[in-house]
């Protein structure tokens, strides 16, 4: 009988071992079968022999590689020469080497007797020393030994993966290399050690490459994969399930089902069920409408980690390959199967393991932690089933039986049945035929390519009537399962290929390197891609949408998703949809360094406003740039006109934004990548401005172009996108008014530049603040003096006086001393006070943490409708030490002014102010006081047509809100009773004198996760959710059982909606009050970001749910909104 292959209990090592790289120091690695979390794999490795040489060092020269072969095995495929120098450590003479002299600029020098890339042709320089010289190696290519050979100590470099012996490393040399260090390489004329290779053939970067679409980022290492039309599953190593969007990526659910690492992931044919395998010998079924756990699986023998499954539909069976080398299945539908109460105690979860459990030296037994026999959280409330002892195929393979799938057609032996396909340690697949009627299977042949043990199969996949198989060692086999030949044996990569799909026409093979390599239909090369930092351990190929989508998991513990159309020409790839065109189109708007701030970016600002102009005029809008005084960027004006056909009666919605940004250097690498690359991470996309405000603004543009494209667009949408708002608008009001009569009549004025009260509920603005930024300067004299020579009393400083002066603007409570200042502020009306008690309603239901709601609606008023005075920095003349007495002091001052106050009022005011107060001063200096800008307060009318069409548009795209509120709380909204001063009207001492925690924007986005989940799965909410749930707490439960569903939300009752918040905002845009004066129409506020967005700070981003939802809000108010 053949014994288990050395690789079998290596890919167990990779599985559970090479997945924690990541997470944990080498000394404390794990394995993943029954763990015991505080047991050393390093302790366990004499049990295991062989295990040392896995884990021994590069200085080691008796590791192992993982290519190896017997001295006639290589005299098989040396030559004479070849031999001698790789196996033999010879060494050539010197100036006879083929590639001594040799000097390309592209490809790589590749291993003669492994094919393995070396070194890089940029890693070669002239060292005149008679052999091939390089400065540096592949990373990983090369291993080193200490060689104490001839009398000398000198270090040996050897190939990696077959331990050939290639030559010598040399250091401090003094060569003019970036490391200082020679590789002296043997290269004989046509028997060398070393082989070229071009570029197309080493995967350097050559060849169609996918696009990385999303990447999804998790706590612990990825180990299967399934792909569903709509979702995507992922087994971790720590046990869980994770359900993602394949629309949004969005993280929809965390689901707790097994004790040790999921190794295996399918789905049933019509998705309703998912079937886990996993370290803790457990195999779980899963439904997946609503997700909750349907059967529970185990066998009777001690079968190990269970490597792989398959469910059959036609027969509702269940198989499973496990490490005892059995074969096993159960079937569903069998009630004989269900385990009784007498049988618990054989319960996996129950049992001893024979390893971890076994007496050590002196009998001694490690104590099993306390929640050892804890089940999953969520696998519970399904039906248990054990597995009849008569269900098993024992030695089904002589290894471990890491891969299995079922084939339904292809064969003659099929006959209308399906075939399980299996392979295993011993490197050979095998074919079974299913029996109907109880599910048992019986070997109909094998596939064996006549090699001696030591290749596993790690993984199969079908084509039609071609199967592939990954093995360990990097190779990849073809086979013909019609004629059973093996058509071809393909070197795919270094090390062990754990996962082959295949797709479009295209063969992908992802190894343990984090490579990816694809092969077209003639098994040719294409080109490889580092999908990983990481070991590739799970991969699965899918369409969505009718575009090919390739999903990688990894030891890094991320998923990602790659785009793969470009690498293949597939009749049944749709062309893009108008999701990726707008993310394409968003990207290449983001990648341009639009940075009105900073004059070196001038360029790009025009580059960005011409690209932006380009889009609009392609996607058939009539376009032209307006200009401005220079330096100043220009504003597009681009018109997308509605149905001729009603051309006399079309209404015009001009829509507003800006497509500068805030400067965003990554010079202290705050960012976690650059920032004006955008990437998609986690259901997000990432890049500066991609919230504020070029996000808002692709979406709007598309919510155009869908209408055009449906001839549903019978209104005139105007776009106004300046490239100054981020410094205050500059010359905009000039370049509109220069253009007014381009622009035409307005009947409405939309803009989409802010964000959301938290993360949850969507909201709507409709107020903003004005401000007036000045420089207050006081100015001496006299030059910059000494304090220990000329400081006295009588001298009149500038800096004190300053600080003195600017006492003067606020009272001991911060409010603004300036006469009248409050008069023109109208009081709360009591509609409005309606509004305050519904944010806080929202607010407190997810935070009660947050304070009262008195304290909530004030603090929010304070920086919504009350103006405040801010001084922002000091600065003086002279240098910066403790002993000047400056010349120049000046500070930098802001007002935030409230509807009702005038930006040129208060300003005049205000240097009225100082200019009194410094004559009280009776100071020699000189006073100045400029106002650098000023910007008016804006307040619209929430009850008209345009706020009520996006209400609409709002709750139609978002569904019913997420409504989860705390347990025993009172539902009864809030009573707002805040004295506010306005006018002369008395004021409540307690106003000014209440000291408040103010309700910060950080605070009330954190506030989106502050409740605990009621649902049984990891909740789909907080920061990830689609807003699904509730329209209020006292509501009965919808049909769709929110707690467990992963559907989608369907379209409710507008009664079972609920309305988006309406806010105001403590910020200032210039442009809108400015607008609605020109135009003398009506202006709405549509937020589209989270308040977690991080806009002007790092790490900038937009969910990418906001942004498709915001294009169908566009859509809907473009084409409803003129019809009111």
């Excluded at 065109?581 to 580059?607: A, G, I």
């Excluded at 509920?761 to 107020?767: N, Q, V």
């Excluded at 939300?1049 to 309406?1062: D, H, M, V």
């Excluded at 809108?1072 to 977690?1092: C, N, T, W, Y």
Aim: contains cysteine; glycine residues 8%; proline residues 6%.
């Amino acid at each position: 009988m053949r014994l288990p292959s050395f690789p079998s209990i290596v890919r167990t090592v990779y599985t559970f071992t090479n997945a924690t790289f990541h997470r944990a120091a080498p000394s404390q690695l794990t394995l993943g079968t029954p763990i015991r979390p505080t047991l050393a794999l390093r302790a366990s490795m004499p049990t295991i022999p062989f295990l040392g040489a896995l884990f021994s060092t590069a200085e080691n020269r008796n590791m192992t590689h993982p290519v190896q072969k017997s001295d006639q095995e290589w005299k098989a495929v040396l030559n004479k020469e070849q031999f001698r120098v790789l196996r033999e450590k010879g060494t050539e003479a010197p100036f006879t080497g083929e590639y001594d002299k040799h000097a390309p600029t592209t490809g790589a020098y590749t291993c003669a007797a492994c094919d393995a890339p070396l070194y890089k042709a940029t890693h070669k320089f002239k060292s005149g020393c008679g052999w091939p010289a390089f400065f540096d190696a592949v990373p990983g290519a090369v291993t080193r030994h200490t060689d104490k050979t001839f009398g000398m100590e000198r270090t040996e470099i050897v190939c990696t993966n077959c331990g050939g012996h290639l030559g010598h490393v040399f250091k401090g040399e003094g060569y003019p290399t970036p490391t200082d260090e020679r590789h002296c390489v043997n290269s004989t004329d046509d028997t060398h050690a070393l082989t070229r290779t071009p570029s197309r053939d080493s995967g350097d970067g050559q060849g169609e490459q996918p696009t990385l679409k999303h990447r999804l980022q998790h706590t612990s290492s990825i180990l299967a994969i399934a792909l569903g039309d709509e979702h995507i599953y992922a087994g971790t190593q720590a046990g869980e399930i994770l359900v993602y969007s394949l629309k949004n990526y969005e993280r929809l659910a965390v689901i707790d089902g097994h004790r040790g690492s999921v190794l295996a992931l399918t789905l049933s044919i019509d998705q309703t069920l998912l079937l886990s395998g996993a370290g803790d010998r457990i195999v779980n079924v899963w439904h997946t409408k609503p997700f909750a756990q349907a059967y529970c699986l185990y066998s009777t023998y001690d079968i190990g980690d269970v490597f792989c499954v398959s469910y059959s539909s036609l027969t509702k069976t269940v198989y499973l390959g496990a490490q005892n080398t059995t074969i096993q299945w159960c079937k569903l539908c069998e009630p004989e199967t269900k385990s009784s109460r007498r049988d618990r105690a054989i319960h996996p979860s129950l049992r001893d393991d024979p390893f971890f459990d076994s007496k050590g030296p002196g009998g001694a037994r490690t104590p099993k932690p306390a929640d050892a026999h804890v089940i999953p959280k969520h696998a519970r409330g399904g039906q248990t089933l054990e597995i009849s002892k008569e269900n098993a195929k024992h030695f089904a393979h002589f290894g471990y039986v890491y891969c299995m799938l079922l084939l339904k057609e292809g064969l003659q032996e099929t006959a209308g049945r399906e075939i399980l396909v299996t392979g295993g340690g011993d490197g050979v697949v095998r074919l079974w035929r299913l029996d109907v009627t109880n599910g048992g299977i019986e070997e109909l042949f094998t596939l064996d390519d006549g090699r001696e043990e030591g290749h596993s199969i790690l993984s199969i996949t079908v084509d039609g009537t071609f199967l592939y198989s990954g093995r360990s060692g990097g190779e990849v086999d073809v086979w013909d399962l019609e004629t059973r030949q093996l058509l071809r044996n393909l070197k795919a990569h270094r090390a062990d290929v754990l996962s082959v799909c295949v797709g479009g026409g295209i063969l992908f093979s992802a190894a343990v390197t984090g490579f990816v390599r694809k092969f077209d239909r003639q098994y040719q090369l294409k080109s490889r891609f580092e999908a990983h930092k990481g070991r590739v351990l799970a991969a699965a190929f899918t369409y969505a949408q009718r575009r090919p989508i390739f999903v990688t998991g990894a030891s890094d513990c991320t998923l990602a998703i790659w785009d793969v159309s470009d690498c293949m020409a597939s009749p049944t790839a749709a062309s893009r949809t108008s999701d990726e065109l707008m993310l394409e189109h968003l990207r290449r708007f983001v990648s341009y360094r639009t940075v009105s701030s900073d004059p070196k970016h001038q360029l790009d600002c025009r580059r960005g406003a011409s690209y932006l102009r380009t889009v609009f005029k392609n996607f058939g809008a009539t376009t032209e740039m307006l200009p401005t005084r220079e330096p100043l960027n220009p504003v597009i004006l681009a018109k997308f006109r509605g149905n001729p056909a009603i051309a006399s009666k079309r209404k015009k919605i001009l829509f507003y934004g800006h497509y500068d940004v805030v400067a965003a250097e990554n010079e202290q690498a705050k960012w976690a990548a650059d920032p004006f690359t955008l990437r998609g991470v986690d259901g997000y996309l990432y890049g500066r401005g991609i919230s504020d405000n070029k996000g808002p603004i692709m979406a709007a543009l598309f919510a155009c172009v869908e209408l055009a494209k449906d001839q549903a667009l019978d209104s005139d949408i105007v776009f106004l996108i300046e490239g100054e708002e981020e410094c205050g608008s500059r010359g905009f009001e000039q370049a509109v008014k220069a253009a007014k009569n381009k622009i035409g009549d307005v009947d409405w004025i939309l803009l989409a530049n802010s964000y959301w009260l938290d993360d949850r509920i969507p909201c709507l603005t409709y107020g903003l603040r004005g401000v007036i930024h000045a420089t207050v300067q006081i100015e001496s004299s006299h030059p910059d003096l000494h304090s220990g020579v000329d400081g006295s009393a009588q001298l009149d400083e500038s800096l004190k006086g300053l600080v003195s002066l600017l006492s003067t603007l606020t009272g001991r409570n911060g409010e603004v001393m300036i006469p009248q200042f409050y008069d023109p502020i109208p009081p709360l009306g009591e509609e409005e006070r309606g509004l305050y008690a519904d944010i806080t309603s929202s607010l407190l239901q997810r935070n009660p943490n947050l304070g009262t709601p008195q304290a909530v609606a004030t603090g929010l008023m304070r920086k919504w409708r009350e103006a405040s005075l801010t001084i922002h920095r000091f600065q003086t003349s002279g240098p910066d030490n403790a002993t000047i007495i400056p010349r120049l002091a000046k500070a930098a001052i802001s007002i935030r002014l409230v509807p009702n106050q005038e930006a040129s009022t208060v300003a005049a005011a205000l240097t009225a102010f100082l200019q009194d107060g410094f004559a009280k001063l009776d100071s020699t200096n000189k006073l100045t006081v400029t106002i650098d800008h000023q910007a008016e307060p804006w307040l619209g009318d929430w009850t008209n047509e345009i706020f009520q069409t996006l209400e609409e548009a709002i709750m139609e795209a978002w569904g019913p809100i997420d409504h989860l509120e705390r347990r025993g709380s009172n539902n009864a909204p809030p009573k707002i009773d805040v004295p506010l001063r306005n006018g002369n009207a008395e004021v409540d001492p307690s106003y000014f004198n209440a000291k408040l925690s103010p309700t910060t924007s950080s605070a009330l986005a954190d506030s989106s996760s502050a409740i605990p989940p009621l649902q049984p799965l990891t909740p789909l909410a907080e920061m990830t959710s689609r807003l699904a749930a509730l329209a209020s707490p006292t509501s009965p439960r919808t049909s769709r059982n929110h707690a467990n569903s992963l559907s989608s939300s369907t379209s409710l009752p507008s009664s079972q909606r609920r309305k988006p918040l309406y806010i105001r905002e403590g910020g200032s845009i210039p442009a809108i009050r400015f607008l609605e004066k020109e135009f003398d129409a009506p202006a709405a506020h549509f937020p589209v970001g989270q308040a977690s967005d991080h806009a002007h700070l790092d790490n900038e981003r937009l969910r990418l749910e906001n942004l498709y939802k915001a294009r169908s809000i566009f859509k809907k108010v473009f084409r409803e909104l003129p019809k009111k």
